[in-house]
């Protein structure tokens, strides 16, 4: 059966974000038993300031919004008109993200059930290419007075649902209502087929937006689940919003467990390079910290960046940062802990001693008058917590991951923190060449220096960390034992 109440609303706001804008108007209309029972229309005060663009596309003026009423102030009224009823809006993810973050702001709970007349159409009209409200007031005949007016756009899809009640069979509109509604958070240029097309394992998933632009790179040990909640209509994210308003299509990979997940993931962000992936993109630089003993024989730091730091520079310096506000601050904090010169460490420029040793908080390293050995016996302790860890094995390792429901298998040869390649492309790689050179040639590669990954150091260190992973590593004495 048809829902008995559907609420049908729209909104117009300030603008698309979720995050800075408000509503500016609200329309809303409740049927009960197919019948219009209720009607609500006001503008908004949005207590923010009104593009000018916004107003020109409403056609709503200063003037207008100036004596409205606040959100608050019309609540309960909105509130009556959900109650008990589903939410139904064209896009309806927007609608309703904008009025539950109303009342969030109001520190009050709304939810509902919702329904997206342009899933609607989509699954009752799957031949035509366009579904917006334009497309359908004109195939449908639809009449609108004024169209971006909240109040008109929400009858237009009460004529709408009242069309479809008149035009199609009933079985039919009910089982592309229950369709809609079971993937009410499903953006609406995604078919529900492609989210019931991900698979429940390991991986990663890759959101796209128009014309194949790269918007979001995840990974999850369970995709499906993962994708969905991007969408869950009750605790969406700023950003998830933005996403859902984006996204025309999806992709996945899957992988045997969760190291495989952020070691794809890391490497995909860094190639696509997709909008809204920020912690994993390529760094432009990254600074390191490198000490280096004065004449005075005090133990000095310096602050450098570089492009493709290797292996052997990051390992033997005293630490590695994205930027070079992030190094500073861990200075502070060295010296703040360890009673080190401000001087000494780079943080300050100036001739005889530090501004500190002024103000009795230096012991005056800075001006010869701590005993170097002294000074460098805290300096090495303090830094001791801010290098890079050493490699803890002698050698490379295998680190194998099993998915226990479809039997899936990975295993990545490691070395150093860095993941050479799966073992599986090694054993390959045996096989198109002679044996002993390619034992040779592996070897060779391990040994070499190397560009040093910041994110895959970080994921193999967190690895290392859980016991229950270390029964999963095995240290290899020759590469005969790749194939085990």
């Known amino acids: 059966m048809l829902p008995r109440t559907l609420t049908f609303v729209d909104v117009e706001t300030t603008g698309a974000s979720l995050r ?27 207590e923010t300031h009104i593009p000018p663009e916004i107003l020109e596309f409403t056609g709503i003026t200063q003037d207008e919004i100036k004596n409205a009423p606040t959100f608050s ?34 520190e009050e709970q709304f939810n509902a059930k919702t329904m997206c007349t342009v899933n609607l159409s989509r699954s009752l009209f799957p031949f035509y290419r366009k579904h917006n409200l334009d497309a359908l007031i004109e195939r449908h005949g639809i009449s609108c007075v004024r169209r971006h007016r909240a109040i008109d756009d929400a009858k237009v899809l009460v004529e709408f649902y009242q069309k479809m009640l008149d035009e199609i069979p009933s079985e039919v509109l009910i089982r592309a209502f229950d369709k809609v509604m079971k993937n009410a958070n499903i953006p609406t240029k995604i078919k529900s087929r ?12 890759v959101f796209y937006g128009k014309n194949g632009v790269p918007l979001y790179v995840g990974k999850s040990v369970n995709i499906k689940s993962r994708v ?29 467990g969760e190291l495989g997940a952020l070691l794809k993931e890391a490497e995909l962000v860094k190639e696509l390079q997709p909008v809204y992936n920020s912690r994993l993109r390529n760094y432009q630089s990254l600074v390191l910290l490198k000490n280096v003993k004065n004449e005075e024989g005090y133990e000095t730091v310096e602050i450098f960046e570089t492009d493709n730091p290797t292996y052997n520079e990051v390992i033997n310096s005293l630490g ?52 170097p050995m002294k000074y460098n016996m805290r300096f090495y302790m303090a830094f001791s917590g801010t290098k890079l860890t050493q490699w803890p094995f002698e050698g490379p390792v295998v680190i194998s991951e099993v998915d226990e429901l479809n039997g899936k298998v990975e295993r990545f040869l490691v070395n150093n923190w860095r993941v050479l390649k799966t073992v599986d492309e090694a ?16 070897i060779a590669d391990m040994q070499e220096d190397f560009m040093f990954d910041l994110d895959n150091y970080k994921i193999i260190k967190n690895f290392f960390r859980k016991k229950e992973n270390l029964e999963n590593i095995k240290r290899i004495g020759s590469f005969s034992q790749l194939e085990w």
């Open 320 to 371: 590695i940062f994205k930027s070079r506000s992030q190094a500073k601050k861990s200075l502070e904090e060295v010296r703040d802990k360890h009673d080190l010169c401000t001087k000494l460490l780079g943080l300050e420029s100036t001739k005889g001693s530090c501004f500190l040793h002024k103000l009795e908080k230096c012991n005056g390293a800075c001006v010869g008058k701590e005993n």
């Open 194 to 205: 492609v989210i019931e097309g991900l698979p429940d394992t390991p991986g990663i998933y």
């Open 20 to 46: 800075n804008s408000r509503i500016i108007e609200i329309g809303i209309i409740r049927v009960e038993n197919d019948q219009v029972v209720d009607t609500f229309h006001s503008l908004l005060d949005p």
């Open 228 to 256: 969905k909640s991007h969408f869950a209509g009750s605790n969406i994210t700023s950003k998830d919003f933005k996403l859902s308003q984006q996204i025309e299509d999806i992709s996945f990979m899957k992988t045997a």
């Open 427 to 442: 054993v390959e790689e045996l096989d198109d060449r002679e044996e002993n050179g390619m034992k040779a040639g592996i």
């Open 73 to 106: 102030q019309i609540k309960d009224t909105v509130m009556e008109l959900f109650n008990d009823s589903v939410f139904v809006a064209h896009n309806v993810k927007f609608d309703y993200s904008f009025i539950k973050k109303e009342f969030v702001m109001l």
